[in-house]
């Protein structure tokens, strides 16, 4: 006769009894092992920095019109960006190292932007990146059981358009004069004067070349 157990019989009993002292066995830390054990990513100069400049974009950054550019470009200056003449910070857009952002001259950011800048993030003269997308220039390696904190830089090259609400993953460059389509997810380079769209993105177009810089006009920014 064979004996079964309440959850099945004797043969599925052992095998859930050699998989359990198998676990057992298995040499993992205490959660309180694998905190101490992770490697702290930001400097107490940098979580101090992003404090003060959380409390300046608040009041001093997050409040103006949408009009006052200038203004904006000068409080982000005071936090080390280095933001050129006529570039565009909307108010909404959020920032989180403006010491690691560099905006060209009639770049933009618009506005509800995500500008997640735990590396540098470059937006190159005329590019535009429209309202809520996200420049994510950190993320988590997932090989690594403890998920440690990885970043990359971005950059935007000249006359490139980030359309809204699309992706830019860490270590992407967008090339001079490339169209991300609106939602799109940029895992990858993107070369000059073409045109991606879709998750991941794809190319689907072309753009023929402008002769000069100077075929944009300053206007062309303004949302």
Known sequence: MVVTGPNGSLKDNAHRSVIHNRLSNMAIPPLSEQATSRPIPHSLKNKIGRVLWQIAWMFAYRPTPKVLHGWRRLVLRMFGASIEKGAHPYPSAKIWAPWNLTMKAHSCLGPDVDCY???????????????????????????????????????????????ADAFIGPGVRVGQGAVVGARASVYRDVDPWTVVGGNPARVINKRDPLPS????????HRM
């Open 117 to 163: 800048c735990v590396d540098k993030v470059l937006v190159g003269e005329h590019a535009t990146v429209s309202q809520y997308s996200f420049l994510c220039a950190a993320s988590h390696d997932y090989r690594d059981t403890r998920m440690p904190l990885i970043s990359a830089p971005i950059v935007i090259e000249a006359c490139a358009w980030v359309g």
């Open 213 to 220: 810089l100077d075929s944009f006009s300053k206007s062309d």
